[in-house]
């Protein structure tokens, strides 16, 4: 299944929004799953926030997660790089587009949008989804477990054509995905297969998923940055 939305459908991607859509209400008690679901979240942000305590190394001076990546596919026998980039595909990011970023960044490459440009979502970095924007995949591989279509952002297809491609998404995850973002931008009802694959309502700025956000959000604007200089110039900003 290939998407098209454009601009001429009334849709405009933005390089990156934290517009949720609104399936459940702020309701002063969830369902049982969505409690279970957040405290899983919590779990895994506040092991984060623990590491980050106790890793007092630059991450200049520790080995780059982006690097074990890029190891990681040479070992299995990817080629440098995948050049046709093409919808519903599923992307390792180069360094050279996410250069301030310490983990692997995975994407779906959801639509085609303008001419040379798709429109990708990123995956998030924990195993359970922390917001109504973010949809439990299906798949186990821990990198490909959250989709955040929140997140969105489109970028040249040179830029994405810098990383590797790692696997197909099949009829069925474009449709979930597509559906997902669909509901993010204009809070269309979820199928309700997907009801319970997406995360819990963000209620209040002082939930500890908004600080989880904005981290995301300087992630996919930095990529958006670097994407369209990389395509311009053939090298990084400030090299």
């Not at 601009?7 to 969830?30: L, R």
């Not at 997902?180 to 009802?189: N, Q, S, W």
Request: charged share 20%.
């Amino acid at each position: 299944m290939k998407n098209t939305l454009s601009k001429k459908d009334g849709f405009v991607a933005p390089k990156a929004t934290t517009q949720q859509g609104t399936t459940h209400s702020a309701a002063a008690n969830p369902p049982d799953w969505q409690r279970h679901m957040l405290a899983a979240w919590l779990s895994e942000w506040q092991m984060e926030l623990r590491l980050r305590q106790v890793d007092e190394v630059g991450e200049h001076q520790v080995p780059s997660e982006l690097n074990r990546g890029q190891q990681q596919c040479t070992d299995l026998g990817i080629e440098p790089y995948d050049k046709q980039v093409t919808v519903g595909e599923v992307r390792l990011l180069s360094p050279c587009v996410v250069p301030e970023t310490s983990r692997p960044v995975y994407v779906a490459v959801l639509s085609d949008w303008e001419a040379g440009m798709k429109l990708i979502a990123p995956y998030g970095r924990f195993s359970n989804p922390g917001s109504t924007g973010e949809l439990l995949t299906g798949r186990t591989h821990h990198p490909l477990r959250v989709l955040c279509l929140w997140n969105c952002v489109s970028v040249p297809d040179e830029a994405i054509a810098s990383g590797w491609k790692v696997d197909d998404l099949n009829a069925k995850e474009i449709e979930e995905a597509w559906a997902a973002f669909i509901h993010v931008l204009t809070g269309r009802p979820l199928p309700p297969t997907l009801i319970e694959r997406i995360g819990p309502p963000i209620c209040n700025s002082a939930d500890p998923r908004c600080q989880y956000q904005q981290e995301e959000l300087r992630v996919t604007a930095r990529l958006a940055t670097q994407a369209l200089w990389f395509v311009e110039t053939g090298k990084l900003r400030g090299e």
